[in-house]
């Protein structure tokens, strides 16, 4: 028996991308595996690391806990869409500056539920940042240059929001 596909579309880091996807296929295998973007990692797959985080329509997720059929029509945003080695994301920035990264397995999950944070309140307090990363697991640097890092970028983004940035800053 052949397995039936659905054609599914994503606005996948800013660009219109289809997939022909089976019906409980993750959002996670279609990111990694069909897209290869690999940036988003593949942790327990239970949705208790916080490894996969992307960003689907402005709310940070679990990707191996959405099916990709219930991301149809909807934005996803990965680690891969929102710097570049040249022109880093503030958070990616912070994240260097402060030494928050160790092994780098959580780094692109924690930035990711981090960017969700800042883009709906770009100056959090400390608790609204352990809230926002308290699904995300780090074994390796501990989590008090994680929320420094955050609180760094937060100073940049809140910058750019209050219109006291000129450069472009990626988000």
Do not use: W
Not at 11 to 31: C, D, K, P, S, Y
Not at 89 to 114: K, R, V, W, Y
Not at 118 to 144: F, H, K, M, V, W
Request: aromatic share 4%; charged share 25%.
């Amino acid at each position: 028996m052949t397995k039936q596909l659905i054609e599914i579309v994503l606005e996948l880091n800013g660009e219109r991308r289809a997939f022909q996807v089976e019906e409980r296929e993750t959002l996670l295998h279609v990111i990694r595996e069909r897209a290869g973007l690999t940036g988003t990692k593949k942790g327990c797959d239970l949705g208790e690391c916080g490894a996969c985080t992307v960003i689907l329509n402005g709310r940070a997720v679990n990707s191996c806990c959405v099916f990709a059929i219930q991301a149809n029509g909807k934005r996803v945003e990965t680690i891969e869409g929102i710097g570049t080695t040249e022109h880093p994301h503030p958070l990616q920035q912070a994240f260097i500056d402060a030494g928050a990264i160790q092994c780098g397995f959580c780094t692109p999950g924690m930035i990711m539920a981090a960017k969700a944070l800042l883009d709906r309140n770009p100056r959090p307090a400390r608790e609204e940042i352990r809230q926002a990363l308290s699904g995300n697991l780090c074994r390796c640097t501990g989590y008090e240059k994680i929320e420094r890092a955050i609180e760094m970028a937060a100073e940049v983004v809140a910058g750019y929001a209050e219109g006291r940035g000129t450069e472009d800053n990626g988000t």
